[in-house]
């Protein structure tokens, strides 16, 4: 039940294309849903976070999309550019720890 | 912009040695955590401190391992006698609260291979 479901493992799109990855859980009592990007040697940074009071969030060309019956998330990135290539780490808490996602690794071809 | 410092970047060491990940937090935060990743893997959390007691820990943090905050800067990962399966990048992070909503700041991580 604190398992956290990421998929695809793997992503390739074109430049300007929108990467969709998405997240299920199971646990109800977690509330906090953030999403993580890492580059390769680098810790994971924050990119994005969603409560589930609300359906979407959006900041810059990220979107987090939230359905909180089915228990999934996802994250769009609009207009994708060859930067954005990284894995993105879903994670879901409802204290403390941060339970990850297995990670999606993206690549955008230019 | 304040940054999650940790040392050393590499640490290689043969297997039943103690080794001492060290980590330095952002400053005003309160709350700091050491998860690790194992090549390929999902990151998982192993611990997280505040008040000088740690507040959760996981199934993976077992005997083997104990975190201390020495001084007001340092924050700690010992491994007393390393396995083949510690292997890992270990990421320390920290938080200015401790609530699940509050953004967890990461380090660069050390990656520690045991032989």
């Known amino acids: 039940q604190q398992q956290v479901k990421q998929s695809p493992q793997s992503l390739i799109v074109q430049k300007g294309g929108i990467p969709i990855i998405n997240c299920a859980y199971e646990?109800?009592?977690?509330?906090?849903f953030p999403w993580y990007q890492q580059f390769p040697g680098k810790g994971p940074a924050l990119l994005i976070a969603?409560?589930?009071d609300v359906s979407e969030k959006k900041e810059g060309r990220f979107t987090i999309s939230f359905n909180k019956s089915a228990k999934q998330f996802s994250l769009h990135i609009m207009d994708s550019q060859p930067g954005d290539s990284a894995t993105y780490f879903c994670?879901?808490?409802?204290?403390?720890?941060?339970?990850w996602g297995a990670g999606t690794k993206l690549i955008i071809k230019p | 912009e304040p940054e999650v410092t940790q040392t050393p970047s590499h640490q290689v060491t043969q297997m039943g040695q103690e080794v001492i990940l060290r980590c330095v937090p952002i400053?005003?935060?309160?709350?700091f955590y050491w998860y690790r990743q194992i090549l390929g893997q999902k990151v998982e959390f192993l611990v997280s401190?505040?008040?000088?007691?740690?507040?959760?820990k996981s199934e993976i943090f077992d005997d083997q391992f104990s975190v201390e905050r020495p001084d007001g800067s340092n924050f700690t990962l010992k491994i007393r006698s390393t396995k083949l399966e510690d292997s890992a990048m270990y990421f320390c992070?920290?938080?200015?609260?401790?609530?699940?909503?509050?953004?967890?700041?990461f380090g660069p991580g050390t990656r520690l291979l045991v032989l």
């Open positions: 992070a920290s938080s200015a609260q401790g609530i699940h909503q509050e953004t967890q700041y």
């Open positions: 400053s005003n935060h309160l709350y």
């Open positions: 401190f505040y008040n000088n007691e740690i507040s959760e």
């Open positions: 646990n109800t009592a977690f509330d906090y």
């Open positions: 969603i409560r589930p």
């Open positions: 994670a879901a808490s409802g204290g403390y720890q941060l339970i």
